[in-house]
């Protein structure tokens, strides 16, 4: 068993070593929860579900401690709150956003065959930990309280910036961000913050009379230490959490307890684009999964989970994605495919080795599929095949015995006048053997357009030529 990962840390791909075999650790941070979850989103959500069946696989399923943290405290959950509940308590509006939308995210990626995480910590159950870790730091010397806040002094750590591979002056010489009068650094962030009156808000660590609530940064923190201990396995996200988000996550849980490292390997999924643009509100093409799921919206369909699993894992994990209808369409047809192939048969032991070996070369799905392919081929002839595709498809989270019709699911099937067919395919029989081919190719034409095809059948001995007609999907 070899697994390598590339890690954002040492900018190189590295045998992975888990600090215990027996237990596995790996963080993802999760989703904030105030609104429908978009396509971008799935990608982490599905890569790195990838990343925990294929650790499941190398070290038993037993021996995998998988976070995906929920991040249930933030001000545009606030500001969704109160727009969206105006005649109710702030926080009660909050506890019915964040549990409708949670809701909703579970029931999206369900769908998309993601598997639960071991452990889906929520931030408002973890502010104890967060204040103990807050009252750490400035206990060391790496924080400071400045007018009801606490900030992580950044020029107290002396390999600030490693992750995103820049240093402080660097980063102080870009920052334009308009420094508040209480930070002493203009890089120096938010650990703890106050509350006004009505927003949430907990007793603050030490030291502050005021109420506040957590900063974002300290939230992951918290969560990881308490679920995976001060040094793990395996943290992961998508690129753009790099800096600030995971950078200031190190700070914090390394400047806490004075340790070296916060987690050995960082993972990074790149990001999402729509038909060859940024994803946004204003352009038009901001599409949630939910609407992939269950409504018409992107390319005129509705698409199955499976199948927008698979369009995802086309495209390897650390390369930016295109997400078109194309991709969409070809993804489905693959599986229509392979459900065809797979209808009655019973799995195999386990899943290709060829296949787990591409996914323990970093999560090369690309290499994965393609060697999917080629099982496919054999599938056709060969029934242990058939079995063999029949696992490891289901191993990738690609397979759960649905049939084609289910994976084309929305696909309008032509419904036809079955005697006007039947007259117009006769009367192509006619014109071919009168050799009236202009005719006879028009007659075609009419029938395509109605979606219907046909199939020409010519018998050896008469010669005679028969024709059959299906709808074509
Ligand atoms: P957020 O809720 O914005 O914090 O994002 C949740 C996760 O989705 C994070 O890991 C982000 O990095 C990731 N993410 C957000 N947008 C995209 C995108 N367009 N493509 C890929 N990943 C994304
Ligand atoms: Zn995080």
């Given at each position: 068993m070899s697994l390598t990962l590339y890690s954002t840390l040492s900018r190189r791909k590295e045998p992975f070593t888990p600090i215990d075999p027996s237990n596995v650790r790996v963080y993802v941070c999760g989703p904030t929860v105030y609104d429908y979850a978009h396509i971008g989103n799935a990608r982490p959500v599905i890569v790195f579900d990838v990343l925990f069946r294929l650790l499941r696989h190398l070290y038993g399923s037993d021996h995998v401690t998988y976070v995906r943290n929920i991040t249930d405290v933030d001000d545009k959950i606030n500001a969704r709150a109160a727009s969206e509940h105006p005649d109710l308590p702030l926080n009660e509006a909050i506890r019915r956003v964040t549990g409708a939308t949670e809701r909703q995210f579970h029931e999206d990626i369900a769908a998309l065959g993601v598997l639960p995480p071991t452990v889906e910590p929520r931030a408002t159950e973890h502010i104890e930990e967060m204040k103990r870790l807050i009252e750490a730091l400035i206990a060391r010397g790496h924080a400071y309280v400045a007018e009801g806040h606490v900030l992580f002094d950044v020029s107290s750590m002396a390999d600030y910036g490693r992750l995103s591979n820049r240093s402080l002056e660097e980063m102080e010489a870009g920052a334009r961000v308009e420094v508040a009068?209480?930070?002493?650094?203009?890089?120096?962030?938010?650990?703890?913050?106050?509350?006004?009156?009505?927003?949430?808000?907990?007793?603050?660590?030490?030291?502050?009379?005021?109420?506040?609530?957590?900063?974002?940064?300290i939230e992951c923190s918290a969560m990881a230490e308490k679920h995976l201990g001060t040094t793990f396995d395996i943290h992961g996200g998508g690129i753009d959490l790099v800096f600030p988000h995971h950078e200031n996550e190190i700070a914090q849980s390394r400047c806490a307890h004075d340790l070296p490292v916060m987690a050995n390997v960082w993972m990074h999924n790149g990001f999402l684009q729509v038909e060859g643009e940024k994803m946004s509100k204003s352009l038009g093409n901001f599409i949630t999964i939910h609407e992939l799921l269950a409504t018409k919206k992107f390319g005129a369909n509705q698409w199955h989970g499976r199948v927008i699993r698979l369009a995802m894992l086309g495209t390897h994990y650390r390369q930016p994605i295109d997400w078109t209808a194309e991709r969409l369409l070809q993804a489905r047809a693959t599986l229509s495919d392979f459900a065809d192939l797979l209808a009655g048969?019973?799995?195999?032991?386990?899943?290709?080795?060829?296949?787990?070996?591409?996914?323990?070369?970093?999560l090369n799905t690309p290499s994965a599929l393609s060697i999917i392919h080629g099982l496919a081929k054999s599938a056709k002839r060969n029934p242990e095949a058939a079995a063999e595709l029949a696992t490891t498809l289901a191993f990738m989270g690609l397979y759960g015995g649905e049939t084609r019709d289910e994976l084309n699911v929305g696909v309008e099937i032509a419904t036809v006048d079955t005697e006007k067919v039947d007259a117009l395919v006769a009367a192509r029989l006619a014109a071919r053997k009168a050799k009236d081919f202009k005719e006879s190719d028009r007659l075609r034409d009419e029938l395509a357009a109605l979606g219907v095809a046909l199939k020409d059948a010519k018998d050896p001995k008469t010669g005679e030529i028969t024709t059959t007609w299906e709808i074509a999907r």
């Open positions: 009068p209480y930070k002493k650094g203009p890089m120096d962030f938010v650990l703890w913050k106050p509350s006004k009156p009505g927003e949430p808000a907990w007793t603050s660590p030490a030291g502050i009379d005021t109420p506040g609530r957590p900063g974002w940064h048969v019973a799995p195999a032991e386990k899943p290709h080795a060829d296949v787990v070996a591409a996914l323990s070369d970093d």
